[in-house]
């Protein structure tokens, strides 16, 4: 809420209502209630639909289990995978990660049609 001598303006960042109080020369107090217009997005600034981030979730945790599965040491420690498919998933997620990585961006510069 800003104060001033003649006006006072209250004002929040979600589009409620402008209320001014005006004092006119001859005395009398006016109430003014404007409302904000909403931003227009443009194409390019369009929120991510659910189904995009569930994709890029997706995506992102395919990235991560290769690098858990081959760096942790704990899927050959209890026995699910050999210690030589350990090595290959260390090798393999050299290339995985990247191309999780370049997905992941791919689909967040995508446009809906």
């Known amino acids: 809420m800003l ?3 003649k006006h006072v303006i209250s004002t929040n960042i979600f589009s409620y209502p ?11 107090t006016r109430t003014i209630v404007s409302m ?4 227009d997005f443009s194409q390019k600034s369009t929120p991510k639909t659910p189904l995009k981030i569930a994709s890029q979730a997706v995506v992102a ?3 991560l289990g290769f ?8 899927w050959s420690r209890i026995g699910v995978i050999s210690t ?3 090595d290959l998933l260390k090798a393999v997620a050299f290339v995985v990660v990247p191309l999780c990585l370049f997905i992941i961006l791919s689909i967040s ?4 049609d």
């Not at 690098?67 to 704990?74: E, L, R, T, V, W």
């Not at 510069?109 to 809906?112: E, F, L, P, S, V």
């Open 3 to 5: 104060s001033t001598q």
């Open 18 to 28: 402008c209320v001014k109080v005006k004092k006119n020369i001859n005395g009398d």
């Open 36 to 39: 904000a217009k909403k931003d």
């Open 61 to 63: 945790v395919l990235g």
């Open 67 to 74: 690098i858990d599965a081959g760096y942790s040491g704990d």
């Open 84 to 86: 030589e498919t350990e």
């Open 109 to 112: 510069k995508a446009t809906d």
